[in-house]
């Protein structure tokens, strides 16, 4: 039986770990974020499911504690918001090259340095480029609603533990703010030590029985040549999640002359903005990636040809643009629009924007 | 009696711990992290507690501890290692977990880690090399570097005007009411070897009844980095290392 | 007072020769060889095996653990 909640995004991110089976949440206070701690240590996940919820003494304890108990088998995650994901960053680089999976959430705000609490959308790079040092990729979910805020927990732990890869979510201040109703799932069983053993006992550290060797979780190999062949298998890990777990939504892109790219609490701007260019009779589509990385590439080339432009509208100095022209490589126009320090475009700029880049010339 | 008839299967009354797997250690030679991994090998056997032991190695010398040591490991990001056993303790209540960390790791980069994981009472046990220095990056200045010791950074001794003063980090950690079990001991001699034993032992036992946060300091040698010879470094650390952080249980409850 | 005879096993290719067991050993029993083994390093070794008690103080003290300690009660 569905059940139906009126909660904010942040609630939401918090009710679905406790109900997709999610074993440990690490975390620690910071704002726009700070309501999926509050809500996990009110609910007391720990007396129903028992999952563990900590709050850590920084954000680099946390996202090491997700390290360690991604590492045996646990199905664990973090939150945080722009200047605490940059502190994770280590540790997120250290489970990427561990392979290792567990579920990172990003609430961004403004930045740089510490910015504003106000949302933003400017770590993009951060998270569809690596964001760490080495070369990795973390799978990145956007979220566009609160419903998408709940249902990409579990989907986010699926897909890690498919690719062993830490995953994302990249959401933003307006969605992790926002109270929407959300249809919640039945709760799923959290697995047992003995089911961890079953499924991940031959690379979790779940204690060296005689019947096998000891699992050791790390990233360092010192042997270059070894290091170089791990590399080489981390990018055929990517190409595979590229090939296969690309998604996205079409909204009116049939008969578009020109296709808004926005990802997120943008995407929802630009539906309201996609009416009223339709109500001026300008055909507009809206193309919303929501997955960032893999981006979606190959559907952003396949309108190549056959509409006049793309214009992305991010909450940045323009940072997913460059993906959308590299897509379309320099076959097609493609500008920008956005607004950053924690100002949110409206649906009027946006027309405005598409009228002063391609229409009125 | 002829040798050859001392060594014989039934005369044998010790020897390596199969904890110990067949690698042979890449530390310099009479290095005390082998002493110290011998003593937590010979623990883990006595007490069976192999197939539920995870370990966390540091970044430092014993970065590959995980080599020597047949258990479930984790390689921790520098001086993150009591978070991670933080986390493997409170999910898996029925496993032991210590860290094993040097004094840059621990009493440096890492010594927020250690504190809030002392101070939560964390259900596990750490392993602190102290031997004043960075060993695995070549012998730069530590926070236990003592005053006047020259080290690759501080060439003319260090100054504490300039670097600080000597952190006895483990007498904070006494401190800290998470704490059951804190102890200062050496591996220098039989002796010694005999006393951080029982230490050991006791520590992990607290550690596997949920006692609270166990913590041996082992003041060590790092030849290497101290330019003398193993023997002459343990003379060098009694005379100098001994005064400043004294052995001894500091709190036992 | 009850004697005891020792003899010591030393993993020569582990061997580091670092001397610890030789300071450590109460009977003066261990000295490093005059030779070398494949690494390089003069290894420990019985120089006066009859003077062996089997006490473990060596093998205790060994870093590399390259040590069995054998003993017998005469």
């Keep these: 039986m569905a059940d139906y909640m009126l909660m904010k995004g942040n609630e939401a991110i918090a009710e679905a770990a406790i109900r997709c089976g999610c074993d440990g949440y690490f975390g620690y206070p910071i704002t726009p974020q700070s309501e999926i701690l509050e809500t996990l240590a009110l609910r007391k996940p720990w007396e129903e499911t028992g999952m563990v919820v900590l709050q850590a003494e920084s954000e680099i304890a946390s996202i090491n504690m997700v390290y360690a108990g991604a590492g045996c088998g646990k199905k664990v995650m973090t939150s945080s918001s722009s200047p605490g994901i940059s502190l994770k960053q280590e540790g997120i680089t250290y489970i990427a090259g561990a392979e290792l999976p567990c579920l990172i959430v990003n609430v961004v705000r403004g930045g740089p340095g510490l910015g504003t609490i106000q949302p933003a959308q400017s770590d993009y790079f951060q998270a569809v480029k690596g964001g760490g040092h080495g070369d990795y990729r973390l799978i990145v979910l956007a979220p566009a609603s609160v419903q998408e805020m709940y249902d990409f927990v579990d989907l986010g732990f699926e897909l890690a533990f498919k690719y062993r890869n830490p995953a994302m979510i990249l959401s933003d201040g307006v969605i992790g703010q926002m109270m929407e109703k959300v249809k919640v799932g039945e709760y799923k069983k959290r697995l047992t030590d003995q089911e961890i053993v079953e499924r991940y006992g031959s690379w979790a550290t779940t204690g060296k029985t005689p019947n096998r060797q000891r699992n050791i979780i790390t990233s360092l190999d010192l042997d270059a040549n070894r290091q170089e062949q791990f590399n080489l298998k981390l990018q055929r890990k990517y190409r595979e999640i590229e090939e296969n777990e690309t998604r996205f939504e079409l909204i009116n892109c049939d008969d578009a002359d020109y296709i808004l790219v926005a990802y997120g609490s943008s995407s929802r701007i630009c539906q309201k903005a996609v009416d009223l260019c339709r109500e001026k009779g300008i055909k507009v589509g809206l193309l919303r990636p929501i997955t960032l990385f893999p981006f979606p590439t190959k559907a952003i080339q396949s309108f190549v040809g056959k509409v006049k432009g793309f214009l992305t509208v991010e909450m940045s100095a323009g940072q997913m643009v460059e993906d959308v022209r590299l897509a379309v490589n320099g076959q097609c126009r493609v500008e920008h629009f956005g607004h950053m320090g924690g100002v949110i475009p409206s649906p009027n700029e946006v027309v405005k924007a598409l009228e002063d880049n391609f229409i009125k010339g | ?253 | ?74």
Excluded at chain 3, 17 to 31: F, N, R
Aim: with cysteine; hydrophobic share 40%; glycine share 8%.
């Design chain 2, 1 to 253: 009696m002829d040798v050859k008839d001392i060594i014989k299967k039934e005369n044998f009354v010790y020897g390596k711990s199969k904890v110990l797997t067949d690698n042979p250690m890449h530390y310099c030679p009479g290095c005390t992290h082998g002493v110290v991994h011998k003593v937590l090998a010979e623990v883990i056997e006595e007490l069976d507690i192999q197939d539920k032991t995870i370990g966390v190695s540091p970044v430092g010398c014993a970065v590959l501890a995980y080599n020597y040591l047949d258990i479930d490991w984790h390689e921790a990001a520098h001086g993150r290692a009591p978070a991670l056993a933080s986390a493997i303790n409170r999910l898996y209540p029925d496993k032991f977990v210590f860290t094993y960390q040097g004094d840059g790791d621990l009493a440096s980069i890492g010594a927020a880690e250690i504190m809030h994981a002392c101070n939560r009472g964390e259900k596990q046990l750490t392993i602190f090399i102290n031997n004043a220095i960075y060993g695995m990056t070549g012998g730069q200045m530590a926070p236990t570097t003592l005053e006047g010791m020259k080290t690759a950074t501080s060439p003319y001794g260090r100054n504490v005007a300039l670097h600080g003063y000597p952190l006895q980090i483990t007498e904070l950690i006494a401190q800290l009411p998470g704490t059951c079990y804190v102890t200062r001991q050496s591996a220098h001699t039989p002796g010694a070897v005999r006393k951080l034993k029982q230490a050991m032992l006791k520590a992990v036992k607290n550690t596997l009844e949920r006692k609270g946060t166990s913590f041996i300091e082992v003041v060590a040698t790092c030849n290497s980095g101290w330019k003398q010879s193993p023997v002459d470094s343990n003379k060098w650390m009694v005379e100098n290392m001994f005064p400043k952080y004294p052995l001894g249980d500091m709190k036992d409850i």
């Design chain 3, 1 to 74: 007072m009850a004697k005891s005879r020792g003899a010591i096993e030393v993993d020569v290719e582990k061997c580091k020769g670092c001397a610890l067991c030789k300071e450590a050993c109460p009977t003066k029993v261990i000295d490093l060889a005059k030779e070398v083994n494949g690494k390089g390093y003069n290894y420990a070794y019985m120089a006066n095996p009859e003077a062996c008690i089997g006490c473990t103080s060596c093998a205790l003290v060994c870093p590399d653990s390259v040590i069995a300690v054998y003993k017998v009660t005469l």
